[in-house]
C-alpha cells in the first residue's frame, strides 16, 4: 500500500507518459489503411485528369457532360485526401491543447488536490492501493484517448461496411446506363407493345430486342460513352462509395467525441472558436465533398436549357439534387451539434463570473470618480485591476459556442450557392436573358458583315 512518505522519497513508479501513447498512435493513423487502395485512390485523379484530356483532344463530340462529371470525381478524390490527411490533425490539435479532459473526472466534485493546473485537473488519476503506483496525471486520459483514435481508425478501414458502401454506389452509376437506356426508347414503346403486339411477352421481347440493338449499335456508335458507362462509372461509384463510408465514420466520431470526453473551449484562442476550429474545419473538408456533386447537379439544372442536355438530364438531376443539399447541411451542422451544445452550457455557467466582475467594475469605476472629484491621486492597482476586470469580462462574453468561426461558415454557404440556385430555379431565368443576348449580338454581328 502506497504511503505519503513512499510519494515523496521517489519509491513510487510511474505509469507510461499517455501523451507519448497518443503522440504514438496519431502519427500511426491511416484513415485508407490497406496500401493498394491507398494508392489507387491517392493516383486516381491524375489518371482521370489524362483521360479526360485525351477524351477532350480525340472524340468528335467532346462530351462536355461526362467530361464535367469526371471533372467532379477528380474534385472528389481529392478534397478526401484532404480529408484523410486532417483527421490525425484535427485530434492532435484537441490533444496538445488540452481541450479534452477525462469525463468522469470532470464530472465529479471530488478532484486530487495534487493537480494544480486546468490541464491535469480534468486527468487526474488516484493512487493504486494494490501495486503502489502512481500514475502520471494524464495517463488514464491518455489511454482512453488511444483507444478513441484506434477505433476511430477501425471504423474507418471497416471491410464489410466499406465494401457495402461501395457496391451501393457501384449500382448508383450503373443506374445512368440504364436510365441512359430507358430514355432511348421511344415514348410509345411501352403502350403499343402491350396493347397492339400482345401484351407482356410482347413488351419482355421488344425490350430484349431493343436492348440488343442498344449494345450493338451504341456500342459501335459511341464506344467512349458506352463502355465508359458500363465499365468506367460503376467503377468510380465504388470508389466514391469507399468516400462515403469514411465520411460517415468522420461525421460520427466528431459527434462521439463530446460524448466520449469533456470538451473544454479556451478563451481567447486564436482561432475564434475556443481551440475547436480543426473540427469545425474536418466538417468543412467532410460537407464539401459533398458540395461538388450538388454544384455538378445545380450547374446543369442551371445550364440545361440553353444546351442539348437539358431536356435528357434537367429532370433526373433535379430529382437527385435535394440529396446533397440536404446531405451538405446534415454533414456540417450534425456531427457537431453536441459540442455546440457542451459549449453553450459552458458559456452559460459564466454567468455568475460575469455578474461578480461586473460588480467589481462598478465598484473600482465608482472609487475612481470619487478620487477624481476629490482631486487625489488615484492608486495605479485600482487602474491596473479595473483594466484587468474589463479585459476578463470581455473574455467571458467572448466565449466561443460553436467550434467554428464565420470564415469556416462563410465557406461552407459559398458552396452551397450553386445548389440552391440550381434547385429553386432562380438562377434560369438570368442563365436564358444572357443567353438571348448573345443571340441578339451574333445576329447583329452577322448582319453588320454581311
Not at 2 to 26: Q, V
Not at 263 to 292: F, M, Q, W, Y
Not at 361 to 369: A, P, Q
Request: with cysteine; glycine share 8%; net charge positive.
Amino acid at each position: 500500500m502506497a504511503t505519503i512518505e513512499s510519494i515523496y522519497s521517489g519509491e513510487i513508479k510511474h505509469e507510461p507518459n499517455g501523451s507519448d501513447n497518443a503522440a504514438k498512435a496519431l502519427k500511426d493513423f491511416r484513415g485508407v489503411r490497406n496500401s493498394k487502395m491507398r494508392w489507387l485512390m491517392w493516383r486516381l485523379p491524375y489518371a482521370l485528369l489524362i483521360g479526360v484530356a485525351f477524351a477532350f483532344i480525340l472524340t468528335r463530340d467532346r462530351y462536355v457532360m461526362y467530361i464535367s462529371m469526371i471533372i467532379a470525381v477528380v474534385l472528389s478524390l481529392l478534397v478526401f485526401r484532404e480529408l484523410i490527411r486532417s483527421i490525425p490533425k484535427a485530434l492532435e490539435d484537441l490533444w496538445y491543447q488540452e481541450i479534452i479532459g477525462e469525463k468522469s473526472v470532470a464530472a465529479s466534485p471530488n478532484v486530487s488536490s495534487l493537480c494544480t493546473d486546468s490541464h491535469n485537473k480534468s486527468q487526474s488519476g488516484s493512487i493504486s492501493k494494490e501495486v503502489g503506483i502512481l500514475p502520471k496525471p494524464e495517463a488514464k486520459l491518455g489511454d482512453e484517448y488511444v483507444n478513441f483514435i484506434r477505433d476511430f481508425e477501425n471504423s474507418l478501414n471497416d471491410p464489410i461496411m466499406q465494401f457495402a458502401f461501395g457496391l451501393t454506389f457501384f449500382l448508383v452509376l450503373l443506374s445512368r446506363s440504364f436510365y441512359e437506356f430507358w430514355r432511348w426508347l421511344p415514348k410509345d414503346f411501352s403502350e403499343g407493345l402491350i396493347y397492339r403486339a400482345g401484351g407482356w411477352d410482347a413488351l419482355f421481347e421488344g425490350i430484349k430486342l431493343h436492348l440488343s440493338v442498344y449494345l450493338v449499335e451504341y456500342s459501335i456508335s459511341e464506344p467512349l460513352k458506352f463502355w465508359t458507362g458500363i465499365l468506367l462509372e460503376p467503377f468510380l461509384g465504388f470508389v466514391l462509395g469507399l468516400i462515403a463510408w469514411r465520411m460517415f465514420v468522420t461525421g460520427r466520431y466528431i459527434e462521439k467525441l463530446s460524448q466520449s470526453f469533456d470538451v473544454t473551449p479556451k478563451l481567447e484562442h486564436p482561432d475564434k472558436s475556443g481551440g475547436l476550429g480543426s473540427l469545425g474545419r474536418l466538417s468543412l473538408v467532410n460537407a464539401l465533398i459533398i458540395g461538388i456533386w450538388g454544384t455538378f447537379l445545380g450547374g446543369w439544372i442551371i445550364l440545361g436549357s440553353s444546351t442539348k442536355y437539358g431536356g435528357f438530364y434537367t429532370p433526373f438531376y433535379t430529382a437527385l439534387l435535394v440529396v446533397p443539399v440536404i446531405m451538405s447541411v446534415i454533414c456540417f451542422f450534425l456531427p457537431l451539434w453536441n459540442i455546440h451544445v457542451i459549449m453553450a452550457e459552458k458559456m452559460d455557467k459564466t454567468r455568475i463570473r460575469r455578474s461578480k466582475i461586473g460588480i467589481n467594475i462598478d465598484l473600482l469605476t465608482r472609487r475612481s470618480l470619487d478620487s477624481a472629484l476629490e482631486i487625489k491621486d488615484e492608486s495605479p492597482n485600482t487602474n491596473e485591476s479595473l483594466e484587468r476586470m474589463k479585459r476578463a469580462y470581455k473574455d467571458y462574453r467572448n466565449y466561443p459556442v460553436w467550434p467554428f468561426d464565420y470564415k469556416i461558415l462563410l465557406a461552407f454557404i459559398t458552396s452551397q450557392m450553386v445548389p440552391l440556385l440550381g434547385l429553386t430555379g432562380l438562377a434560369t431565368p438570368l442563365v436564358n436573358m444572357i443567353g438571348s443576348l448573345m443571340q441578339f449580338i451574333n445576329k447583329i454581328s452577322g448582319g453588320g458583315l454581311q
